[in-house]
């Protein structure tokens, strides 16, 4: 069991998220650390022990809206059709992906570490879980591909969200790759 926080470390670890949510949404996920520290009024030292590493603050930041995305599974879970039930669980990925410059890269990242020092994101183990139980569930009516995992649809949905990002010109863009995923993901 982890040691309960001490008041004062609770207080620099919650002004850390703040700012570094602030950092993100102004600058992308690739502000600056020692900004991020120097804003929450720490030191990078006490940065670096809360968060060993920045996909670690970047799971920090984005727990609540992880929470949302699988409660939203759960909810989806009962929909009548499974896989618009998984379509639309993977729209909402994109679009939490989308909200911050540089997110879809990080979670894109964070998906081919490997290794002894590879951090398996908090984030990541609900997130699989939660989208795979809506894969299984159209899978099992025989609507989707049975070769389809959610690792690669979680990939997938990263790299709309970097192609999207990176043609902010085409505002359609997210929802045409979406929609050419989906088909592919359909059983014969």
Known sequence: MAKPMRADARRNYERLVTEAKTAF???????????IARRARVGIGTLYRHFPCRIALIDAVYQEE???LVAYAAELGDADDPFEGLAEW???VLRHA???RGLAAALMESDHARGAGATMTACKVPMREAGGELLARAQQAGLVREDA???DLLQ???VIGL????????PEIAERLLTL???GLRAN
């Open 66 to 68: 992880v929470d949302k």
């Open 25 to 35: 949404l102004e600058q992308g996920t690739n502000a600056s650390l020692e900004d």
């Open 156 to 158: 997938l949905t990263h």
């Open 163 to 170: 192609a999207a990002e990176k043609t902010p010109d085409d």
């Open 149 to 151: 995992n959610i690792p």
């Open 90 to 92: 993977l729209r909402a």
């Open 98 to 100: 989308s909200t911050y």
């Open 181 to 183: 995923t989906l088909y």
